[in-house]
């Protein structure tokens, strides 16, 4: 059966092993990227007691509480069919990231949960993020109410979940070795314009930049530090989800992108399953920018 870390089990405190975060996690290709790495991980063989007890602690966000507790209930499925080895922990938090005025404090309350362990290996899965409004840029029907709320979103809550992620890693971790990474959940928008998709785009090229100067930052802040920091901006391909629905069902959308959308896009499960390889192989450059038709092996 799956053993579950409580904050009472001493053994499993003081244990390494694996935190993974993954924001937007109800549903699409957050869900997806869960359940790909909750595979990745357990096939591997972690080192035999006593040496270690491995931990693999997974802490899922998300606005709908439902929709996260059955991607909860996938995880668990997934770790009983395929390993016995592991301490295995999977929490679930209804946070709105978009909510800028309690975006601070719903991130240190997920992020304390966390802290009596340590971990080895901590990844950051930013994918939380919403369409917005579609149609042209200075179409009358766009309001500075809804592009302020899909940049509190896309954007302003994005950076904000990585610079907390990035200083709690930088707090835990600096007295041990480890791994941190940041995958920034980024789109082909990022670095080509797509007519009467103005602020979705510009949002996606917001978040590589930045977490492209993050790279940067951290990557000369190596030499005082044991962890190994790296961050990836992947472009998971035209993903076949409740989003590409919504782009074909509306009105505003440029025709020259109508025909992209009529035919069969990419599977999430798929796309997430070459997220994990190509961090399981690591030969990217912290902060670039890695397309899925780049490695889709």
């Known amino acids: 059966t799956l053993k579950s870390i409580t904050m009472a089990d001493n053994k499993a405190a003081t244990s390494s092993g694996v935190l993974l975060i993954v924001s937007g996690a109800s549903r699409g290709l957050g869900r ?18 006593p040496t270690s007890s491995s931990v693999l602690r997974i802490v899922l966000l ?17 770790m ?37 362990m340590n971990f080895d290996r901590l990844i950051f899965i930013n994918n939380a993020g919403s ?17 302020q709320k899909t940049v509190d979103l896309n954007v302003t809550s994005s950076f904000w979940a990585s610079v907390k ?20 959940i980024s789109s082909l928008t990022a670095i080509q314009p797509f007519p009467s998709m103005g602020l979705y785009s510009a949002g996606k090229a917001a978040r590589d930049m930045y977490h492209a100067c993050l790279a940067k930052e951290l990557e000369g802040d190596q030499s005082s530090t ?23 069902a509306a009105p ?18 798929d796309s997430a399953r070459v997220l994990v390889q190509v ?12 397309d899925y038709y780049d490695c889709c092996w």
């Open 131 to 147: 369409l917005g409004q579609l149609g042209p840029c200075i179409a009358p029907r766009q309001e500075l109410s809804e592009l």
């Open 80 to 116: 009983q069919k395929h390993s016995k080895s592991w301490i295995t922990s999977v929490s679930v938090h209804a946070v709105d990231l978009g909510e800028l005025s309690s975006l601070d404090s719903s991130l240190d309350e997920v992020l304390d949960q966390t802290s009596v």
């Open 226 to 248: 044991t962890t190994v920091f790296k961050i990836l901006n992947y472009a998971p391909g035209p993903l076949e989800t409740d989003m590409t629905e919504e782009i074909r």
């Open 165 to 184: 992620f990035a200083r709690f890693v930088k707090k835990h971790t600096q007295a041990r070795k480890a791994t941190a990474l940041i995958v920034n």
């Open 32 to 49: 997806a990227i869960a359940l790909a790495f909750c595979r990745h991980f357990a096939a591997e063989v972690p080192p035999p007691p």
């Open 62 to 78: 998300a606005r709908s509480l439902p929709a996260l507790q059955d991607t909860k209930a996938l995880l668990v499925q997934e």
């Open 279 to 290: 961090v399981a192989k690591n030969t990217f450059t912290s902060g670039s920018h890695v």
């Open 252 to 269: 505003e959308l440029d025709p020259s992108l109508k025909p992209h959308y009529q035919k069969q896009l990419v599977d999430p499960n």
